[in-house]
């Protein structure tokens, strides 16, 4: 059973930057997996931010590429989202998630089975 656990989510001022991390465990391999960054502002749907794939392809969502970079550590089991020039809406909860599907790209919260509990991103203004 795979479990991944976020943190690093803080309050930030607007242009700041922040680094979340996503610590993975379990009996799988974290080297095979996809792990995507999503978040979801209060009121709002879960959002597709970034996806690094187990061959470090990468993908953003528009909203956010240029600013954030996500980026892997298989020696450690571990994935980051850095996040520079954060706006306030960026506000918002951040979940790590891992996926086995061999589709591409893996942008849907559907196509991840392995969620971790999130983490608190606030931007002030």
């Known amino acids: 059973q795979v479990q991944l656990v976020e943190s690093g989510g803080e309050l930030v001022q607007a242009g700041g930057s922040l680094t979340l991390a996503c610590a993975f465990s379990g009996y799988t391999t974290f080297s095979s997996s996809t792990m995507g960054w999503f978040r979801q502002a209060p009121g709002k749907e879960r959002e597709f931010v970034a996806t690094i794939y187990w061959n470090n392809a990468v993908y953003y969502s528009n909203s956010v590429k240029g600013r954030f970079a996500i980026s892997r550590d298989n020696g450690k089991n571990m994935a980051y989202l850095q996040m520079n020039s954060l706006k306030p809406e960026d506000t918002a909860v951040y979940y790590c998630?891992?996926?086995?599907?061999?589709?591409?790209?893996?942008?849907?919260?559907?196509?991840?089975?392995?969620w971790g509990q999130g983490t608190q991103v606030t931007v002030s203004s």
């Open positions: 998630a891992a996926s086995y599907n061999q589709n591409y790209p893996l942008v849907d919260r559907y196509d991840y089975s392995v």
